[in-house]
């Protein structure tokens, strides 16, 4: 086990928060989440830092390579529609570009079909 399986294996930000990991592999990462009571903020609606934590847990999946210690430099987030208490929201992260020790990720937040959030990463390399 080794990059992001080996990363996730030792996440208890994600654990504590109930996050699944559907799939990893480099460049690509989907993972979900049901949103809980304790997400939801004074709208009723999910806090969207809870939704920006699923899509950048996606996103660190997507980017850690074997071998690889990859982290964030920066990331974005649009959010579209509102997730509410009791939904399941999937992540699809997909690597855009990668060059030498930098990439580009864009993150899909969705509740089935619906749209919920749009995020973007840069990623960094560490040295070894």
């Known amino acids: 086990m080794d990059g992001a399986a080996e ?18 592999e480099p460049g690509r990462a989907v993972l979900e989440m049901t949103v809980t009571d304790l997400m939801v903020n004074g709208h009723g609606i999910a806090h969207g830092g809870f939704i920006f934590l699923l899509a950048d847990s996606a996103f660190a999946g997507a980017c850690n390579y074997p071998g690889a210690v990859t982290v964030a430099a920066s990331a974005e987030i649009v959010f579209v529609s509102p997730a509410r208490e009791g939904e399941r929201l999937t992540a699809t992260a997909v690597e855009r570009h990668r060059a030498g020790r930098s990439g580009i990720y864009d993150v899909t937040v969705r509740c089935g079909e619906r749209l919920v959030a749009e995020f973007r990463g840069l990623s960094r390399t560490l040295a070894a």
Do not use: T
């Open 7 to 24: 990363m996730f294996a030792r996440d208890r930000a994600s654990e504590s928060l109930g996050m699944s990991v559907v799939k990893l």
